[in-house]
């Protein structure tokens, strides 16, 4: 099993920049896909940005094109997501999880952390 545990979140003005990180312990012999989701306070949880096992291949949705990166390093079993240009709309809980079949965003995902919070000020 693998337990994955995010951190970096925290209070910055909008226009700053944010990196966040997803930690795995546990059985990480095997190198999986991850991907970062968020939840804003009354709306359900969206998919934000993966990363394949390789690090080869990396998926953004729209709303995150050219401000957030994905990337990770296997030294340190951690994925990173880097947040810059952050919105007021970009406040919310993150999380990561490892991905299961194939194909992005994807549909099964496990091994959820327990979030951090970003809160972007105008």
């Known amino acids: 099993q693998v337990q994955l545990e995010e951190s ?3 209070l910055v003005q909008a ?4 990196r966040l990180s997803c930690a795995a312990s546990g059985r990480t012999d095997v ?3 991850i991907g970062w989701f968020r ?3 009354g709306k359900e949880r969206e998919f934000v940005a993966g990363i394949s096992w390789s690090g080869a291949s990396t998926y953004y949705v729209d709303a995150v094109k050219g401000r ?3 990337s990770r390093d296997y030294s340190k079993k951690t994925v990173y997501l880097q947040m810059d240009n952050l919105k007021v709309g970009d406040t919310a809980i993150y999380y990561c999880a490892v991905r299961y079949g194939n194909g992005w965003p994807g549909t099964d995902y ?3 952390g327990q ?8």
Do not use: N
């Open 39 to 41: 939840q804003a306070s």
């Open 68 to 70: 957030f990166t994905i």
């Open 31 to 33: 190198t999986l896909p």
């Open 110 to 112: 496990r091994y959820w």
């Open 8 to 10: 970096g979140g925290g």
């Open 115 to 122: 979030g951090t919070q970003v809160a972007v000020s105008s």
């Open 15 to 18: 226009g700053g920049s944010l």
